[in-house]
């Protein structure tokens, strides 16, 4: 197996759309010709002698706007709501999304992902390849991991270090689970995280492309959505991974999920294009998405959740909002007013939605459209 070779080079952002720019700051566009791996002077020279990569994790700094600015991902943690963003602010609702408070975070990098394997025990991922876990239902935090090469002297004359964001994280149970980033990155723990693995080179991804959404697929597995077209599925929910190579568009996706019944996943990414299997892959058939005025929809897509009762709600660029509930046969498409690019989106018990994004957590109708008062 090959060891990783890393270089930290200045982040670029893909020209996606302008939202996307502004939005999610963690898509590396530009390749690499090649990764260098560190000087054997560099990896030999004492660490008390010589400034590290990067300075230690600082914690979150607490602000009373922090469930208003960007914010990525959310999840429920019993019936607590969890989110996660920007400077490394997490924040949680335990009244439906309607208050929030912060939570005592030790980094603040930008989280793009948190997942809970139970009412308690959650993990939330971000830049610098930082993973969190939290034991009380997201009140407080603790660091778990972080690029270690991070803590690595720091050769002046020597290359940077490529950054590697996570950008997806599920657990199985509360021992194993799984985090996945950009260049190829994954990362897997048996003893509910308090060590990682690096097992990157496990699947066949030889230009290393960005793995950007996992999602559990009833009945069949566990199915991975990346950059280019890249698509991967693990039929024993994460111990062998196997590459797809009838991949219906080689365009990036951006999210995955599953439908709520056997075997079916949808992936969704640039332009509007949205996919649906009901073979966990094997075969695949456009989901034809159209915007109110009735043209087609080109807005980038983003994220979305498969929510209790099969209810599946789909965000992205614009402020587009898609729902089903024919189990991802057909989809609803509304525009918000507003036209702030959303992140994610999930049903409440109360069949509202929550949306997250740009301007951190909003509730919404069951469309996704603001509220009438």
Known sequence: M???TRRRTQTTLPAVTGYRAQF???FCSSRLASAVSLSAALLAAPAVLADTVAEAPKPAIKSELASHTLLLDVAAAGERLVAVGSRGHIVYSDDQGSSWTQADVPARQLLTAVYFADANNG??????SVILHSSDAGASWELQYRDPELDMPEDPNGPG????PLMDVWFR????????????IYLRTDDGGETWEDLSFDIDNPDGFHYNAVTPVKGAGLFLAGEMGTLYRSADFGDTWETLQNSPYDGTWFGAAGTGEA???LVWGLRGNMFRSTDFGDTWEQVELHTPNNGPLEATLLGG???AGDSLAVVGAGGVVL????NGENFDVAVRPDRVALATAKYLPDGQMLLVGQHGVVKASPKGLPNIQ
């Not at 993990?123 to 610098?128: E, L, N, P, R, Y």
């Not at 149970?173 to 980033?181: C, E």
């Not at 729902?323 to 024919?326: K, Y």
């Open 2 to 4: 090959r060891e990783p």
């Open 24 to 26: 999610r700051k963690l």
């Open 123 to 128: 993990w939330a991922v971000g830049h610098d």
């Open 161 to 164: 270090l490529l950054e590697r």
């Open 173 to 184: 149970d509360a021992s194993t689970g799984f985090a996945f980033g950009a260049y190829g």
């Open 263 to 265: 075997n079916q996943v």
């Open 305 to 307: 959740t498969l929510s």
């Open 323 to 326: 729902t089903s509930s024919d």
